[in-house]
Antibody, heavy 121, light 112 residues
Framework: EVQLVESGGGLVQPGGSLRLSCAAS????????MSWVRQAPGKGLQWVAN????????KYVDSVKGRFTISRDNAKNSLYLQMNSLRDEDTAVYYC??????????????WGQGTLVTVSS | QSVLTQPPSVSGAPGQRVTISCTGS?????????VHWYQQLPGTAPKLLIS???NRPSGVPDRFSGSKSGTSASLAITGLQAEDEADYYC????????????FGTGTKVTVL
């Protein structure tokens, strides 16, 4: 059974940093692109970043470029999101998701339960 | 930041059929990228409902169906059940520079 378990969320002041983790199990982690998707309270879903199987390619939504860094450790079956210079608008539940790559557009076929990040003074 | 537009809410009585539209543009749905749908039950993570416009993953009831035409897509729920009350999101790939993947604004389905 595919399982994705996020951790590392919490309350942080504006301008602060936080590192999220996602522990994967039930599949060959090193064979899949992975993503982070977030959802602000009461709002919709927003893709944040994704990373290739070997970590050689990384993509970000414009609003987090230069502030967030996605990474992975295939030996530990883990995905990470380092978040720096956090802003109020980064407050959200952050989901780890496995990417299904297709010729006509990728999608997210497995999701974790999410971890809440609150940016507030 | 959503670039796919959905109606905020739809409702129906048990057993009825409801549809949810998802309207995009020439950089996503209109560029012939597939549309995928997710169901988010209250207080839980999203779950893949439909992939590749109309494909149901194993375990998804055949009451759920998807279609796509031009720059729009639709999700239909037939034989509406109380457990279908949830938020539904469409998603596609986007060839613009700002984001690889875009989601719809979300639709709340209420079972009357």
């Amino acid at each position: 059974e595919v399982q994705l378990v996020e951790s590392g969320g919490g309350l942080v002041q504006p301008g602060g940093s936080l590192r999220l983790s996602c522990a994967a199990s039930g599949f060959t982690f090193s064979s899949y692109w992975m993503s982070w998707v977030r959802q602000a309270p009461g709002k919709g879903l927003q893709w944040v970043a994704n990373i290739k199987q070997d970590g050689s390619e990384k993509k970000y939504v414009d609003s987090v470029k230069g502030r967030f860094t996605i990474s992975r450790d295939n030996a530990k079956n883990s995905l990470y999101l380092q978040m720096n210079s956090l802003r109020d608008e980064d407050t959200a539940v952050y989901y780890c998701a496995r990417v299904a790559r297709t010729l006509y557009g990728d999608y997210f076929n497995y999701w974790g339960q999410g971890t809440l990040v609150t940016v507030s003074s | 930041q959503s670039v796919l537009t959905q109606p905020p809410s739809v409702s129906g009585a048990p057993g009825q059929r409801v549809t949810i539209s998802c309207t995009g543009s020439s950089s996503n749905i209109g560029a012939d990228y597939d549309v995928h749908w997710y169901q988010q039950l209250p207080g839980t993570a999203p779950k893949l409902l439909i992939s590749g416009n109309s494909n149901r993953p194993s375990g998804v009831p055949d009451r759920f169906s998807g279609s796509k035409s031009g720059t729009s897509a639709s999700l239909a729920i037939t034989g509406l059940q109380a457990e279908d009350e949830a938020d539904y999101y469409c998603q596609s790939y986007d060839s613009s520079l700002s984001a690889l993947y875009v989601f719809g604004t979300g639709t709340k389905v209420t079972v009357l």
